[in-house]
């Protein structure tokens, strides 16, 4: 089955500062890759996701990337601000998979004032 | 659309209880699953449905029971509470194209 590994597992760093999550996956035949955030208390939401058909998105101050030759995915987030604190998770899903995604373990990001 | 609904918000059971967790969606999804989250392990699957009387296992699935009667609802069942159950769980609901909505979770403690 997929196996999705995240790195680093806290990231801490200064308001203003870009910050970078990186995941990378095992099942090549994965089509779809999610990142959600979790603040404290609530579930996961969905902030955004990219398919293997397209190597960059763009959502203001988040992005994501996708290297299906090297099986990485990242997620980018520029100027970042107090509000970005939280857990995010990368998530894949394979072709023919079902809906069943494969999430990452998580990575704290604390933004600093 | 209030997205995924779960209830209860908190539980406490003694070893041995039974309880159950309830979900509904109100987005007319077909798949819908159950997972559980503890600290640094990232979110499990316990239980999934790709639609009304169809469920199948996921990662984690000893020691809990699911039904799908109607497209909205997906309760989880604990059938005999153990410590190990301790968790935040979480239900979803999915789309077609795979993108997932989660509840609020339910925390639950197992004494």
Known sequence: GENVEQHPSTLSVQEGDSAVIKCTYSDSASNYFPWYKQELGKGPQLIIDIRSNVGEKKDQRIAVTLNKTAKHFSLHITETQPEDSAVYFCAALPTGGGNKLTFGTGTQLKVEL | NAGVTQTPKFQVLKTGQSM?????????????????????????????????????????PNGYNVSRSTTEDFPLRLLSAAPSQTSVYFCASTTGLGTQYFGPGTRLTVL
Do not use: F, K
């Not at chain 2, 159950?20 to 077909?30: I, P, R, V």
């Not at chain 2, 819908?32 to 990662?59: C, F, K």
């Open chain 2, 20 to 60: 159950t967790l309830q979900c509904a969606q109100d987005m007319n999804h077909e798949y819908m699953s159950w997972y559980r989250q503890d600290p640094g392990m990232g979110l499990r699957l316990i239980h999934y449905s790709v639609g009304a009387g169809i469920t199948d296992q996921g990662e984690v």
